[in-house]
């Protein structure tokens, strides 16, 4: 796993998505109502919708162009739409926000 550091608490508005790209590969990254930090592929699998610019509810992310609704835990599509997004591990300590990125996904 890759660890990369995207930033601080403050630079994540609540309920606010901010895209990132790390090595080429371009992450949503949210800060919850409840302060927890969540980050997952900026891509709708619909038709490419960013979500970084998409509507925050709970532990949900509404995609901004077709309002597909995306957890932000495990990435799934809610039914009856299908699809899923990549989901990527966070790590918050102090005021430090870390994306973890699995080599693999890593563009050259």
Request: proline share 6%.
């Amino acid at each position: 796993m890759k660890k990369v550091v995207i930033g601080s608490k403050e630079d994540l508005p609540r309920l606010t998505g901010k895209a990132v790209v790390i090595d080429g590969v371009e992450v949503a990254v949210f800060r919850l109502s409840n302060g927890e930090v969540k980050a997952v592929e900026n891509r709708c699998p619909h038709r490419g919708g960013p979500l970084a610019e998409g509507v925050v509810s709970g532990e949900f992310v509404f995609c901004p162009l077709h309002e597909w609704k995306i957890c932000l835990t495990d990435g799934k599509v809610q039914e009856p739409d299908p699809g899923c997004v990549k989901t990527y591990p966070v790590e918050a300590e102090g005021n430090e926000v870390r994306v973890f990125l699995a080599e693999e996904s890593v563009k050259a």
